[in-house]
């Protein structure tokens, strides 16, 4: 008797120490151990069996199983189809959840079930904007409903059929717990839905996330990020994100292209946009709608100002000579737009006509230019030996430079672009349009100085390609929109993320600029904003000067940021973010992942040693270093199995689960059946919150048979009473491993899970209670 006094002392103080949460659960658990040893309630072996438990070293072997799965990319695309939910109403994507949870469950242990959900449902939870609390434990409770499915999904199971075979009695088969199971899943998705939701508390992630997200908090990334969509009939449709010119003309980074409902992260500059795809970008919202956008520069639709304006030029064709002060300079560092007031409408050289880079082409003898602008200024030009055999042409510039291409663009009143020069404008710099003429007030201004102020109610006429015409008409016509809350966490996935990098102390680097360095073309990442002076700055990137201690917010792929962290240069803040998954491992991950599952449901080794041995092949094939290994064992639960093993040994040994379960029963025994379901199904399920099933089912097997025995009722009917109460282990963080992996990541207490696991143990037990009996009638 005072065994067993002192027995329930401990268990006393351990539950008033779970539910305080004063201090931690796996150091409970260890004073819970030594309380039983100091106090003889086990020896000292007993004690420390729990470390060399195969339940214990089974969930240990299969954290280090689901980190290769994890680290190949299998648990992502495992669970990569429940990312189209994540903007779904919260009550959608718990039912898709739970369910499949549930499915998984039926077809995988339980505890890795949990294990390969949990980060997909931290990375639903990032995407949708929600608190991972209202999405963990709701996995945690679809795995257990659904872990009993068949005869071999969960260790109960598996000891009530070996204890009807060992009693002489016709075992269950393994779907004979599929139909009660199915209901019970049904229910309980209904009630987290309809009502148990409102249980879930709202808390931050952990720490670690916090930190995560402190980039983006201090970057303020989710505020400059917007949405542009291209419409159907847009000349942008069919060109290269290099070629619209979203970057250079904008200012713009393209993070996403969301087509047809799918997103597709980080595409690349020669990537095509289709008509209506929607861009997900990075920029200065106020630079964007303060330059840009039809309500600032409108295309005139007839060209009545074109013919008004080109009626003042002439055209001409000239040599570059060898005497020539224009040889081997480039038109950016000749005068002839700055003094002489001429246009080059292009240039040929030799047999090659250079329609690219004009501005920064150096001349040669011989070089053939196409000129506009007044007849003086180009007659100026033979008179200063710049260009030989002249040939001047009135108007008609087509007829010259059949290339020639001009549009018409009208400032509005009220556009911001009144009052600024031209320069600022930035169409010569962004686009390789220049603004050759001016009507203003039904005059026309020939060669307008970079200088001149736009007014309002003027009709520039640009000259340039065809094609950038067509981008700038594009870009007017893109239509802006906000984007939806969330939307930095749909932009990261397992290949893709956004992360700071330093320049390293030991760099030579310092003073150089991201164009001296081509970043962008050497490590495929696009730099959002650096960091400098105490501020984030988002324009003018590419000629800023690095410093020691500037921080670069950089967006790509994960397996370029690790060649980023390869490089002496620099340094990744985040060395995680520089982890791109072995996805050429992916194929050798899921072989030793199924050999695993089929060696323990065929019985062919303990699942323990199946367990093990996955663990070891996982490391050995290079699916994960021996390093990540032993980070990814949750040593917490560890330490909270191991120590609690003990606690089973102790309740055998004073006879206090028999002792409670048998009077119980003695006194519901003459009530009918289902009141004797009620009482087992009571005993066995408070006995779940405390003692690990596989313990409770050899104490509770003999019970439910001696009952059955004495009271004539079906042994099936009880012993699925057991089977379904030992699987019933909601309320306690202590009852499962898959309540305990969610417990850190979701911030959960005690308490948490009693107030939700309770009504669904209630449901649950109703279920079998009313079920039980017409599925085996007693």
Same mark, same amino acid.
């Given at each position: ?14 539950? %008033?120490?779970? =539910?305080?949460?004063?201090?931690? #659960? ?19 072996? &007993? ?30 695309? @495992? ?10 109403? !919260? ?33 639903? +939870? ?20 659904? $872990? ?55 808390? *931050?992630?952990?720490? /670690? ?20 969509? =291209?419409?159907? *009939? ?70 009545? +100002? ?5 009626? /003042? ?15 081997? #300079? ?26 690219? *880079? ?12 196409? @000129? ?7 007659? /100026? ?9 002249? !040939? ?7 007829? #010259? ?17 009144? $009052? ?66 969330? =939307?930095?966490?749909?932009? &990261? ?6 992360? &700071? ?14 164009? *001296? ?41 994960? /397996? ?30 899921? #072989? =030793? ?53 003990? @606690? ?13 379960? &048998? ?31 596989? +313990? ?43 309540? @305990? ?16 696991? %309770? ?20």
């Amino acid at each position: 008797m005072l065994s067993l006094i002192i027995l329930i002392a401990i268990i006393v103080a351990a539950l %008033v120490l779970f =539910i305080g949460g004063w201090i931690a #659960v796996d150091l409970v658990g260890l004073l819970v151990l030594s309380a039983l040893a100091l106090t003889g309630l086990v020896t000292t072996n &007993e004690a420390l069996a729990g470390f060399s438990s195969s339940a214990v070293i089974t969930v240990l072997a299969l954290f280090i199983i689901s980190a290769g799965l994890s680290r190949t990319g299998i648990a992502y695309r @495992l669970g990569q189809p429940l990312q189209r939910f994540a903007q779904s109403p !919260e009550w959608l994507l718990v039912t898709v959840l739970m369910a499949t949870a549930s499915i998984l469950s039926a077809l995988i242990n339980t505890t890795t079930v949990a294990i390969i959900l949990l980060p997909t449902v931290m990375d639903l +939870a990032r995407r949708s904007g929600r608190s991972p609390s209202r999405l963990l434990l709701p996995m945690a409770l679809g795995c257990l409903l659904g $872990g009993p499915f068949t005869g071999i999904s969960t260790p109960p199971n598996m000891m009530i059929i070996d204890a009807l075979k060992s009693a002489g009695f016709a075992p269950f088969g393994i779907f004979d717990f599929t139909p009660i199971t199915g209901v019970i899943v049904l229910c309980g998705i209904a009630f987290v839905v309809l009502g148990g939701s409102r249980l879930l508390p709202s808390r *931050d992630a952990l720490a /670690k996330n916090r930190k995560a997200n402190a980039v983006e908090s201090s970057y303020q990334l989710d505020t400059h990020i917007f949405s542009l969509s =291209i419409r159907p *009939d847009s000349p942008l449709a069919g060109r290269t994100l290099g070629e619209t010119r979203l970057g250079s003309a904008l200012n713009l980074t393209v993070l996403a292209l969301r087509r047809e409902g799918e997103m597709r992260l980080a595409p690349g500059p020669s990537d095509a946009v289709r008509g209506g795809d929607t861009l997900i970008v990075h920029g200065s919202v106020e630079h964007y709608r303060r330059l840009y956008g039809s309500q600032h520069l409108r295309t005139e639709n007839g060209n009545g +100002a074109t013919v008004h304006v080109l009626k /003042k030029f002439c055209t001409a064709r000239g040599v570059v000579t060898e005497k020539s002060p224009l040889l081997g #300079v480039s038109l950016a560092q000749s005068s002839l737009r700055r003094e002489q007031r001429v246009h080059v409408l292009s240039l040929h050289a030799g047999d090659r006509k250079e329609q690219g *880079d004009l501005l920064h082409h150096p001349m040669e003898q011989g070089d053939v230019l196409f @000129l506009m602008g007044e007849r003086e200024s180009l007659e /100026k030009l033979e008179q200063l030996g710049m260009l030989g055999g002249l !040939e001047i042409v009135e108007c008609a510039p087509e007829k #010259v430079c059949p290339d020639a291409s001009f549009m018409s663009v009208r400032v509005p009143e009220g556009s911001v672009l009144v $009052g600024r020069t031209l320069a600022e404008t930035r169409l010569g710099n962004a686009f390789a349009l220049t603004v050759v003429g001016i009507e203003r007030s039904g005059e026309a201004r020939m060669m307008p100085a970079p200088d001149e102020v736009v007014q309002a109610e003027d009709i520039l006429l640009l000259h340039g390609l065809d094609r950038d015409l067509a981008v700038l008409q594009g870009l007017q016509e893109l239509v802006f929109s906000e984007t939806p809350p969330g =939307i930095v966490a749909e932009l &990261e996935s397992q290949q893709v993320c956004a992360t &700071e990098v330093l320049l390293s102390p030991r760099t030579n680097l310092s003073g150089k600029t991201l164009a *001296d360095l081509r970043f962008r073309e050497h490590y495929g990442l696009n730099v959002l904003a650096i960091w400098s002076g105490g501020r984030a700055r988002r324009t003018g990137l590419q000629e800023q000067p690095l410093q020691f201690g500037d921080g670069m917010l950089v967006y790509g792929p994960r /397996k370029n940021l690790a060649a980023v962290a390869r490089d002496r240069d620099f340094l990744v803040l985040d060395q995680s973010a520089a982890q791109a998954p072995l996805l050429e491992k992916a194929p050798v991950a899921a #072989v =030793i992942m199924l050999g695993v599952i089929l060696s323990a449901i065929l019985g062919l080794v303990p699942i323990s040693i199946a367990a093990l041995t996955g663990a070891a092949l996982m490391v050995l094939v290079g699916c994960l270093s021996m390093e990540e290994a032993y980070r990814s064992v949750e040593w917490k639960v560890i330490f909270l199995i191991a120590t609690l093993l003990p @606690l089973g040994v102790a309740f055998e040994r004073t006879g206090a689960a028999q002792m409670g379960a &048998e009077a119980l029963i003695v006194l519901v025994g003459d009530m009918g059946p289902r009141w004797v379901v009620a009482a087992l199904f009571l005993v066995t399920v408070l006995g779940t919150q405390v003692i690990p099933t596989a +313990a409770l089912v050899v104490l509770m097997s003999p019970v439910a048979l001696s009952t059955s025995a004495n009271l004539n009722i079906s042994p099936h009917l009880l012993m699925m009473t057991v089977a379904m109460a030992a699987s019933a282990s909601f309320a306690s963080p202590l009852s499962h491993p898959a309540h @305990l992996l969610v417990m850190g990541p979701g911030g959960y207490r005690f308490m948490d899970y009693v107030k939700i696991g %309770v009504p669904i143990t209630i449901i649950t037990m109703l279920v079998c209670v009313f079920l039980l009996p017409l599925f085996w009638p007693a």
